[in-house]
């Protein structure tokens, strides 16, 4: 299962990423974080339902810091998990 998450709020400079890759990593999910341009927190992850709806948990949460003020998401399809390995941070400059 794939799914693609929009973090909206105060979620950039905050360790939100961090956060968001040491959440995942332990729940063993495959996929990528990074900032958008707008200001939001992007979020592609693969695994089971269970770990994702888990991490949907944590990034409701947010790191200390932070304020998460909408969570929006979707499903992928399946095979764009073909391209997925370690949960990793995208363009961390």
């Known amino acids: 299962m794939v799914l693609h998450f929009l973090i909206q ?3 950039q400079g905050v360790g939100f990423r961090w956060f968001v890759q040491r959440e ?8 990528w974080v990074r900032n958008t ?3 939001d927190v992007e979020v592609v992850a693969s695994g089971s ?3 994702l709806n888990e991490l949907r ?8 810091g932070s ?3 909408r969570v929006m998401e979707h499903y992928l399809k399946d095979e764009e ?5 370690a949960f ?5 400059w």
Do not use: F, M, N, W
């Not at 995942?24 to 996929?31: I, Y």
């Not at 948990?57 to 200390?64: F, N, Q, T, V």
């Not at 998990?81 to 390995?85: G, S, V």
């Open 9 to 11: 709020g105060r979620v």
């Open 24 to 31: 995942a990593s332990e729940l063993s999910l495959c996929g």
């Open 37 to 39: 341009e707008d200001g």
């Open 49 to 51: 339902l269970e770990d």
């Open 57 to 64: 948990a944590s990034l409701r949460k947010g790191p200390r």
């Open 67 to 69: 304020r998460v003020d």
């Open 81 to 85: 998990a073909a391209a997925l390995d």
């Open 88 to 92: 990793r941070i995208e363009g961390a």
